[in-house]
């Protein structure tokens, strides 16, 4: 059963990672819900090492690109410059909030709901009055554009706002169209990510132990299998529906949450 409970969440962490509605909401309240026992969140942190991994490899030839083109292709290091100076803010944010986030916010599932319910409002609002998209390609985004998705991002150290809701909503702030929006989401999320794995990783260390390394492999394969199928699907949607279907799901799922808090299910 823990193996069967372990590829469940493994799939629900590939599946909503990259969409506009919060895995780390999901996983814990899908881990409440099914009395699926993390100590010390150790399993929590190795399968996301599995989303990072999916996202790197459907984009390893832009990746090996940018490498080689680095001595000499200004591309190439103004793409770089993008990343890193979007990717800042969160760095700054996270080492001096994490701490108090993980072990304070993340235990209110009325938290999660709020941020549910308001993320999906501002996504409406967003969709529907934001301002006219001018950039089509999220390699071409303006390094100052790019700072200012990054601040964006920093508003996921919330658990339920979703790092790549709100790096896409930033992102359709600083002038993106929907699909340049979500891409420039999916760039952003290997560095911001990679990050955060290593600082969750170094504080999780010493609880790692080899009873649970199964149970590990199995949530890191179908994070990693499950991220792989939603990627290129999800910027195809985006391009065709935009996001008014995730912003309704945050409304529908916030309000369930408050439902299932006031019945004492959570």
Known sequence: ?????????????GVT??????????????????????????????????????????????????????????????????LVVAVIPALVAGALLSDFVKSVLYESPRVIASAFIIGGLVMLWVERRGPRPVIGNAEQTPTKRAFGIGVFQTLAL????????????????????????????FFLAMPTMAAAFAHDLLEVRHQLTTDRALEIAIGFVMAFLASLAVVRPFLRFVGRSGFAPFAWYRIVAGVAIFGAVATGLL
């Not at 895995?23 to 819900?33: G, W």
């Not at 658990?159 to 979500?182: E, K, N, Q, W």
């Open 1 to 13: 059963m823990i193996y069967a409970l372990a590829a469940l969440l493994g799939i629900l962490q």
């Open 17 to 82: 990672e990259f969409l506009p509605i919060s895995s780390t909401a999901h996983l814990l309240i899908a881990s409440q819900l099914i009395g699926f026992s993390d100590p010390g969140g150790v399993f929590t942190v190795m399968i996301q090492l599995g989303s990072i991994v999916a996202v790197m490899w459907l984009y390893r030839a832009k990746l090996a690109a940018v490498v080689r083109g680095l001595p000499s292709d200004p591309d190439a290091r103004r793409f770089v410059v993008m």
């Open 158 to 185: 919330l658990p339920g706002v979703s790092r790549s809701g709100s790096t896409i909503v930033g992102g359709m702030l600083m002038g993106l169209d929907r699909a340049a929006a979500a891409e420039f989401s």
